[in-house]
């Protein structure tokens, strides 16, 4: 089975050059609606753009629920260097939620979040 999280974003192009930056991988796609990047052999973060999830579920949708710039998901991460993703999402325009640091469950994380609101944790097991 493949997963794919799907964030719906409110600019695509700067959401790509984001995690782009971020995850430091060109995306397995790019075409007008829909960004993919690879995370693994069995997962894929795909970049939505707002009005694409409108056309295609209308007539469904709450379309008042669709808030720009409040916390909407967490994408949490499990990768060797942390600090490094980290630092590269600051970088790139991420606002620092939580500084890396143990917690509690037996992992090393930090928090931050993306210009739409998702949140992205950088985490790596205790050692």
Same mark, same amino acid.
């Not at 949490?76 to 993703?85: A, Q």
């Not at 970088?91 to 931050?112: F, M, N």
């Given at each position: 089975?493949?997963?794919? @999280?799907? #964030?719906?974003? &409110?600019? *695509? $192009?700067? &959401? ?9 991988? $060109? ?9 993919? @990047? $690879?995370? /693994?052999?069995? /997962? ?6 707002? =009005?694409? !999830?409108?056309?295609?579920? /209308?007539?469904?949708?709450? #379309? ?8 909407? %998901? ?14 590269? %999402?600051?970088? &790139?325009?991420?606002? =620092?939620?939580?500084?890396? $640091? !143990? ?5 090393? %994380? /930090?928090?931050?979040?993306? *210009? ?6 950088? %985490?790596?097991?205790? =050692?």
């Amino acid at each position: 089975m493949t997963t794919h @999280f799907i #964030l719906y974003v &409110s600019d *695509q $192009q700067l &959401s790509k050059n984001f995690y782009e930056e971020v995850l430091a991988i $060109q995306p397995r796609l790019n075409v007008p609606g829909m960004t993919e @990047f $690879q995370l /693994s052999s069995t /997962s894929v973060l795909g970049l939505m753009p707002i =009005e694409g !999830i409108k056309r295609l579920l /209308s007539d469904k949708l709450p #379309l008042n629920k669709i808030a720009a710039g409040i916390l909407k %998901a967490e994408l949490y991460l499990m990768v060797d260097k942390p600090e490094e993703y980290h630092e590269r %999402a600051l970088k &790139s325009g991420a606002v =620092e939620l939580s500084p890396l $640091q !143990i917690r509690d469950w037996g992992h090393t %994380a /930090s928090y931050c979040m993306d *210009q739409d609101g998702n949140v992205i944790a950088f %985490a790596k097991i205790v =050692e």
